[in-house]
């Protein structure tokens, strides 16, 4: 089969690789449907070493059941199923507790040992806890949005979770990709009176006007925080999404909570320390986030989004064949593009 390899950075390549095959009694093999490239994806696509060996990419797919190991019982061959971009036995003392991402028995796809999602198929582990089947034919128009369930639709409502968005309280989102519109998407969801969007790419803002967001800061740094305490009476935000992982947002996403107010992150956070250690300690800011049990998502988003109540999907701006991917990696990094969608 075809799928994608990083090589190193800027080096992202479509090439054959071993067909998949079922290993243990609780995988399913899959074949993909669609895919999508993640902000994430470009850390490797920026900085990665060179390999000689290659990296298998992707997290984020929709597929066909095409086979179940021996012990899968709750996956049939034939289901549509969205698999979310960790795996996990759904059964752990963790998995009990919606902390999918941290299971006992679980991990990440693609790297050396694992099939990537941008692949023609992918090998499954813990099939019955991992993949999700979706109540839909595998061309349903509403794929596109039933595809950021497998991350950056539940990426940004972990960050609203974990920053306590809560009805009538004013949250900010730091950062505009893919993960920052959803948050602004669930933070509206989650009922937040005033959503402060912080970016400065007019496309993007315009695309969280649509999905909610009252106000927009498009200064940095200590400017941008001047601006939010502006716009919140000098209080700051009740509920603040770190949606980037740098050091400058992660600094103005600490910033700009107020006291007693909590910052959800999940943007991958690309430094070892974490800036404005003091005055987050002196105004009680709970700091919370992490990667995003998407797996225990699906039930609560599932139905707004085949009711359209929320419409995630939007944030696809790029879509292809798979050999479209590297085209896609250039065009999210350069942002030109704010996500791109792989079809089959
Ligand atoms: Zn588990």
């Not at 895919?35 to 992707?58: N, V, Y």
């Not at 797919?61 to 289901?79: M, S």
């Not at 679980?106 to 019955?128: F, I, K, N, S, Y």
């Not at 602004?184 to 912080?198: C, N, S, T, W």
Request: net charge negative; aromatic share 6%.
């Amino acid at each position: 089969m075809r799928a994608t390899v990083m090589y190193g950075a800027g080096d992202v390549r479509v090439e054959h690789v071993p067909d998949p095959q079922i290993k243990e009694s609780t995988d399913a093999l899959v074949v993909v449907t669609r895919a999508a490239i993640c902000g994430s994806d470009l850390w490797p696509f920026k900085g990665m070493p060179p390999s000689e060996t290659g990296r298998r990419m992707g997290h984020e797919f929709i597929g066909i059941v095409e086979a179940v190991g021996k012990d899968v019982h709750k996956i049939k061959v034939g289901d549509l199923v969205a698999a979310p971009f960790a795996w996990s036995d759904g059964t752990c003392e963790f998995c009990q507790v919606g902390l999918h991402t941290s299971c006992l028995h679980g991990g990440w796809w693609g790297g050396a040992e694992l099939d990537g999602g941008q692949g023609e198929a992918v090998r499954v582990p813990q099939a019955d806890g991992t993949l999700y089947p979706l109540p839909v034919g595998r061309d349903h128009a509403l794929m596109p949005s039933l595809l950021t369930l497998t991350d950056v639709m539940a990426t940004g409502h972990h960050a609203a979770v974990t920053a306590k968005v809560a009805p009538g309280k004013i949250a900010a989102v730091v950062g505009g990709g893919a993960v920052g519109l959803c948050g602004v998407i669930a933070a509206k969801r989650l009922g937040a009176e005033q959503i402060i969007f912080l970016d400065r790419h007019a496309e993007r803002i315009a695309l969280a006007q649509s999905f909610g967001a009252t106000d927009i800061v498009s200064e940095r740094g200590e400017a941008a925080v001047e601006r939010v305490l502006a716009l919140t009476n000098g209080l700051g935000a009740h509920s603040v999404l770190e949606c980037v992982g740098y050091e400058e947002s992660t600094r103005t996403a600490l910033s700009i909570a107020r006291p007693g107010g909590a910052v959800g992150r999940v943007g991958v956070p690309q430094d070892e320390t974490m800036p404005v250690a003091m005055p987050t300690f002196f105004r009680n800011v709970t700091i919370s986030g992490g990667p995003a049990p998407a797996r225990a998502y699906m039930d609560a988003l599932l139905p707004d989004v085949l009711e359209g109540r929320i419409e995630p999907g939007k944030v696809f701006d790029f879509s292809g064949p798979l050999d479209c991917v590297p085209e896609g990696y250039r065009a999210m990094n350069a942002r030109t593009a704010i996500k791109a969608i792989i079809e089959f």
